[in-house]
């Protein structure tokens, strides 16, 4: 047996510097880290400053009553006041805080933070004549447009907690949102653009309501124009109500603790949790964050999440962080390749973007197709880049710097979930010399360990657990209406030791730089290695044909598991329809063993035409172990395409 908790198999060489002119004029520099070890709590107080109370707190933090934290304690302040009003009144009005982009051509639209102003007022003023009172909930169904954004400062600037579930979700993932937070008011639109098409969204809200009695009024924004069923006196029109309305409405202000928002986990690993946001934290480490990571230089930055305002990353860092801190941001509606494949590089050069954060998924497929296509665009605005929501396979991160970045861009690899509301681990951009494939080190005033079963540190060169060793301030505060699941979910694990227990595998290089190793459910046992998902499959993607990969352990008799591999090969590599010849797989498996050693070879690889993604594209493993083990497929209501499991099932079946 192996004495570790996880096996660590790869090396990695390569390092850049930080680019000179960013270090001279960042942000951040490596001072943050001792200033926040001499006293976090400190630390933190400084980041609170940021923002605009309307009465200071007298207490940074409780934790008398911990795993539940209370942060800023007798602090109030209004969240939208502090995203919008603030600026207008620093006489920023004419700022642009959207440079909005829907998907069919041409469909455009600036918003200042005067209009952002308006607009929020409007349809708080709204919400109020429709009876919301502060600490009803609110579910927002919408796709990415401006409306979006007003909804969840509307809520947020009234006190009532919005629940944001992603446009792309069936009627019943939004009912039993809808129900699980008992949401009274559902704010939808007749529809959205997705890949060239009107896509409608109503008729899920009416389905889904139609089992939740308790929603007494459908507030509906006209985007497509497309027909809509209608129920008088449930149902109203924003442009009724809302654009109507005075864009007069003072913002009163609430307990730093009051409930932002609930947002349910990707699902990744099974039946999502409602994670619980508060008011005066959040904002602080969404703010905080944003500024560091990013080195946001609010007066001369274009900032652009590329991601789905429907998961947490839309509401930290297209939301809350960047409006905090005054950014003007790109907000797009659509798919990458609607209506070509270039059409994120068009954005970036009209808008003159600088900063691009996005996921591992969306760059392993620019890989595939082809660098060429970022090629043709003006890139040259951009100064930084990141990533999010998956380990990026050093070849990804390669890729990204030189084909995006120019060579000149640094990578932030931030890791972060649903329930740290505010990024975690990452490179500072003027301070850290990034490795391609490492989250690097906790933020400054964050404490992050890898440690063994027994909760004990493993030290440099060895695999574990990942855990938080402190509180934050953007953290969960518990599972909306469940404590008990919060404590056993989160806090059960490391109990002794007082542990925030992740969920993920991570290890130490001989440096004390963190690297993301995937799920630790999903970490194989072959032959008495415990070996991570994440090294094997970053091991084929620096194969020159393989664009994506996804490895799961199958029962095996002889070595208790095997390495199953799931490939997708890079454009280039295969014509279409054509068969992965066997002296390709051969070569993929010599490669992994030739990279990483002979017990991560993979028993078997399949070549495959997509693989299962959540909505927020991360790969769903467990699904394909299930198809490895031959069994039936598990829950696939978040899965984007339920078609690609029919695909890779025939694959197995036939034999290839
Ligand atoms: P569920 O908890 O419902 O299974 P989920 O964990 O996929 O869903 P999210 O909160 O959206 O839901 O994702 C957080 C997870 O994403 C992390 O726990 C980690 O596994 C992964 N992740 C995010 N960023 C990174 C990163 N930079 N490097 C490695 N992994 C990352
Ligand atoms: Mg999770």
Request: proline residues 5%; aromatic residues 8%; charged residues 25%.
């Amino acid at each position: 047996m192996s004495d570790e908790t996880l096996a660590n198999l790869s090396h990695e060489e390569r390092r850049f510097e930080p680019p000179q002119d960013l270090a001279d004029h960042a942000n951040v520099t490596a001072e943050a880290y001792d200033e926040a070890d001499r006293d976090r709590i400190a630390f933190w107080e400084k980041a609170a400053e940021r923002l605009s109370w309307d009465t200071r707190w007298d207490t940074v933090l409780d934790w008398d009553d911990a795993p539940f934290a209370k942060w800023f304690v007798g602090g109030k302040l209004n969240v939208a006041h502090n995203c919008v009003d603030r600026h207008v009144a620093d006489g920023k009005g004419d700022k642009v805080a959207f440079h909005w982009v829907g998907e069919p051509d041409d469909d455009t639209r600036d918003i200042t933070y005067g209009e952002l102003k308006d607009s929020v007022c409007q349809a708080a003023n709204a919400l109020v004549d429709l009876g919301v009172e502060k600490g009803d909930r609110v579910a927002i169904y919408m796709p990415m447009i401006p409306e979006t954004v007003v909804a969840m400062l509307a809520c947020a600037r009234i006190g009532a907690p919005h629940t944001v579930v992603f446009g792309g979700f069936s009627s019943s993932a939004l009912r039993d949102r809808i129900q699980d937070c008992d949401a009274r008011v559902v704010i939808t639109a007749d529809g959205g653009y997705r890949r060239g098409a009107p896509a409608a969204l109503k008729p899920a809200v009416d389905e889904a309501v139609s089992q939740c009695p308790d929603v007494r009024s459908v507030l509906v924004v006209r985007r497509t124009g497309q027909d809509v069923e209608w129920t008088d006196g449930r149902d109203v029109w924003w442009h009724d109500v809302v654009e109507g309305a005075s864009t007069e409405h003072t913002a009163e202000a609430f307990e730093s603790e009051h409930p932002l928002y609930v947002m349910y986990t990707s699902g990744t690993t099974g039946k999502p949790k409602g994670i619980l946001h508060t008011t005066g934290g959040y904002l602080v480490g969404t703010s905080y964050t944003h500024w560091a990571v990013f080195d946001l230089k609010p007066e001369t930055d274009i900032f652009w999440t590329a991601a789905d305002i429907g998961w947490v990353t839309g509401h930290s860092y297209i939301v809350y962080g960047p409006l905090a801190n005054g950014a003007t941001s790109v907000m797009y509606e659509g798919t990458p390749d609607t209506p070509h494949k270039g059409r994120w590089w068009e954005i970036i050069e009209k808008y003159g973007v600088t900063i691009l954060y996005c996921a591992p998924t969306a760059i392993r497929t620019f890989m595939k197709w082809g660098k060429e296509i970022p090629a043709r665009a003006d890139l040259s605005s951009l100064r930084l880049l990141g990533s999010v929501g998956e380990p990026i396979n050093p070849e990804a991160y390669i890729w990204y710097r030189e084909n995006i970045g120019g060579n000149r861009c640094p990578v932030m690899d931030t890791w972060w979930q649903t329930e740290t509301g505010q990024l975690m681990i990452s490179p500072l951009p003027g301070v850290t010399a990034g490795k391609p494939g490492s989250a690097m080190k906790a933020l400054p005033g964050i404490s992050a360990e890898v440690v063994d079963d027994e909760g004990e540190p493993v030290g440099n060169g060895r695999g574990g657990y990942l855990v938080l060793t402190e509180p934050w301030p953007a953290m969960l505060r518990t599972l909306w209406g469940d404590d008990e699941r919060f404590k056993e979910t989160y806090w059960q694990r490391f109990e002794k030791q007082g542990y925030y227990f992740a969920g993920d595998g991570a290890k130490l290089d001989d440096d004390g730089d963190i690297w993301l190793l995937g799920r630790v459910d999903d970490v194989m046992n072959v032959s008495g290695h415990r070996l991570s998902t994440t090294e094997i499959e970053s091991a084929l993607v620096s194969h020159p044909r393989v664009a994506e990969a996804a490895v799961v352990g199958a029962k095996d008799e002889q070595t208790g598991q095997a390495v199953n591999a799931f490939v997708i090969l890079r454009e280039s590599a295969l014509e279409g329809g054509e068969e992965a010849p066997d002296d390709l797989i051969k070569e993929l498996r010599d490669h992994v063993a030739k990279e990483i050693g002979a017990i991560a070879k993979p028993k078997s690889i399949l070549v495959v035409p997509e693989l299962p993604k959540t909505r927020s594209g991360k790969i769903m493993r467990r699904l394909l172990k299930d198809v490895a083990e031959n069994r039936d497929v598990g829950d696939v209501t978040t899965l984007a395409d339920s078609g690609v499991m029919d695909q890779i099932s025939e694959g197995i079946s036939s034999g290839k």
